[in-house]
Structure formats: structure tokens, C-alpha cells
């Protein structure tokens, strides 16, 4: 994510005015009108990818109306699904009102008028409406209604959206068009389930969007030792078969991915100065490790070095630098 937008960065008396300019630029025109103070408070940051766009911000209260006038004169003909993550918000567009609580996501567009009130922070994704492989007639009755974030197919989205937010990855520009994909077929999937039209699906993006429900079920059961294919193949209606096939169109195996990510959960513990006093055969036990021994030999293949020399490296450099620092074998 970069940020393109803090108030704290312009004298007080220009942060509206200087808001308003950024969100032109980088959603759509509209006008603002402060609640209860005279000073604007916020920021804002975006990250493209490709023909998508992800946008994190936070403000104080605010009015905002994008009028016939300025859609006259701007129109990036976008449509946006965002997620409340803060405070209070209320958007009127299409004679429809919605009243969002954190975690609800809701769907609206550049193209039509639009009055909102908002205070506390949300994540959007943005595309061209043309990108959006669902017909018109039938998205347009999700338009400025409050849609559940926190079940299904809405908190795959989601987790997506605030994984991407929250700064702890970087990406690579090759990254950012697949995430673009990944991004527009997860509202794609979200939308279609909405409207209970899967069906109107392409069969591309099915396909992706089961591979990251079934990876995120995983996640969610990395500490289950018994977890077996069949099971995660059962909890999502396909044959063993095909799950297996799903895994190989992506490089990888069942099996090797599972083993990967809990690997990976160990390796962050063991570098967590807060967990520098848990038992290296709990942290392996915790994700799904059943084995000590089994634990060690697989994190010494795929990093060179113990489990217990990795966590020494780890607080050894935090300890020096204040920060947990990368240390050799763990990933960039």
C-alpha cells in the first residue's frame, strides 16, 4: 500500500480541501462537508493491481455527495464493494438507504448520485464495471444494500482485502496483476452468491475462487493433526480426485501445501519475542506438529538451520535491533 494522503502532513486549514483532491484522483469527484469540527483528520493509501484497485483510509465525520454535476464531468464508470471496518456509515444511491456496521460490505457506483455520511475507516476495491462478469440488471439490485463480511464467501473477501492492507507483505508488480484476478473473482463469487446466481459464474473463476476457500478452510485447521484430504474434499462437495487436481494446476500437492503452512506458523512463532518462552514441541504441536522429531528434521530441510538455532538468530537480532528482524532462511 502506498499512502498518498495524511493529514497530518498539510497545515490544518488545507486537509479538506486537499482530501477532496486525492479522493477525486484516485476514486471519483465528490463534495465533503465536515460534521461537528472544522478541522479534517485522516488518511488515505492505494495499491493497484493492474485494472483493480485497493484503497485503505480513515477520517473524521464527513458528509459526502457526488452530484449529477460531478458525474457529468467525471465518470470513471467504476463500481466499488468496500468493508466498514470502523464507525458509523450511511450511503443513499438508486433510492435505496443503507445504515453499515463494522464488518458489513456494500456495493455501490460512480455512475449514479450518491450521499453518505461516514466517520471511523473502510476498504474498497474498485474496477470498471465492464470487468464484472455478471449482468447489470441483476448487480444492480445488491447496489446500497448492507451484505454480511463476516460468514462465507463474505469473509473471504474480507480476509483478502485486510491481508492486502495491513502492510506486512510486500508485492511485486507480477503480484499485483494476479491478486488484481484474484480480487475481481472473489466479488465476482460474492456477488453471484448474493444474488444466489453461482451458476453465472465463469468456470475460470470458480475454480479459483474454490482453491482459496479450500486453502483458507485449511488455514483455519492447520492445528488438526487428523486433517486428511478427504475431509477437506468432503467439506467442500468434490471428489478426492479433484481436490488433488485443483492443488497440481497450482504447482503444489495437498499434502506439500498443508506442510508448508505449518512450517510457516512455526517459523513466525519461534521468531515472536512474545512467544520466546513457549516450548519449541508446543509451537509444533500447535499446528498440527504431532511429532518433535518430525517437526525438526522438516524445518532444518527447508530452512538449514533447528528450530531452537532459529529462534535464537531471531531474538538475537530483535535484541539488537529492537525489531523482529529477518534472519537467514526465513522468507522476504
Not at 464531468?73 to 435505496?96: K, M, W, Y
Not at 494476479?178 to 480480487?183: D, E
Not at 519461534?270 to 509444533?284: C, G, N, S
Not at 506438529?289 to 538449514?304: E, I, K, Q, S, V
Request: overall charge positive.
Amino acid at each position: 500500500m502506498e499512502k498518498v494522503f495524511d493529514s497530518n502532513d498539510v497545515p490544518a486549514r488545507d486537509a479538506l480541501s486537499a482530501w477532496e483532491n486525492v479522493t477525486a484522483d484516485a476514486l471519483m469527484p465528490t463534495s465533503f462537508k465536515l460534521i461537528g469540527t472544522d478541522v479534517f483528520c485522516g488518511w488515505f493509501s492505494t495499491m493497484p493491481l493492474g485494472a483493480v484497485q485497493v484503497s485503505a483510509m480513515a477520517y473524521s465525520s464527513f458528509l459526502t455527495r457526488r452530484t449529477p454535476k460531478l458525474i457529468r464531468a467525471s465518470d470513471p464508470e467504476i463500481l466499488a464493494f468496500g468493508v466498514t471496518n470502523s464507525g458509523p456509515h450511511a450511503i443513499e444511491q438508486s433510492r435505496n438507504r443503507a445504515a453499515l456496521r463494522p464488518g458489513e460490505l456494500l456495493l455501490f457506483e460512480s455512475s449514479r448520485p450518491f450521499d453518505t455520511y461516514a466517520d471511523g475507516g473502510n476498504i474498497l476495491i474498485q474496477f470498471p464495471r465492464t470487468l464484472l462478469p455478471l449482468a447489470a440488471r441483476h448487480v444492480d439490485h445488491l447496489i446500497c444494500r448492507p451484505l454480511p463480511g463476516d460468514q462465507g464467501i463474505g469473509r473471504l473477501l474480507t480476509n483478502f482485502l485486510t491481508h492486502l492492507t495491513d502492510g506486512s507483505t510486500s508485492y511485486t508488480p507480477h503480484d499485483a496483476a494476479r491478486l488484481g484476478t484474484v480480487g475481481l473473482d472473489l466479488v465476482t463469487a460474492a456477488l453471484a452468491h448474493f444474488l444466489e446466481r453461482e451458476n453465472d459464474i465463469p468456470c475460470e473463476s470458480r475454480q479459483r475462487v474454490l482453491y482459496m476457500r479450500i486453502t483458507s478452510f485449511i488455514e483455519r485447521h492447520l492445528g488438526d493433526t487428523t486433517l486428511t484430504a478427504g475431509e477437506i474434499a468432503a467439506a467442500h462437495h468434490i471428489s478426492v480426485r479433484s481436490l488433488h487436481r485443483l492443488f497440481q494446476q497450482h504447482g503444489v500437492t495437498v499434502r506439500s501445501w498443508i506442510r508448508g503452512q505449518r512450517l510457516e506458523r512455526c517459523r513466525r512463532d519461534l521468531a515472536d519475542p512474545l512467544k520466546r518462552h513457549v516450548p519449541i514441541q508446543a509451537i509444533a504441536a500447535r499446528w498440527g506438529f504431532a511429532h518433535p522429531a518430525d517437526f525438526t528434521r522438516a524445518f532444518r530441510t527447508l530452512h538449514g538451520i533447528t528450530p531452537s538455532g532459529y529462534r535464537d538468530q531471531a531474538h538475537h537480532h530483535s535484541t539488537l535491533t529492537g525489531t523482529q528482524s529477518q534472519v537467514p532462511g526465513a522468507p522476504r
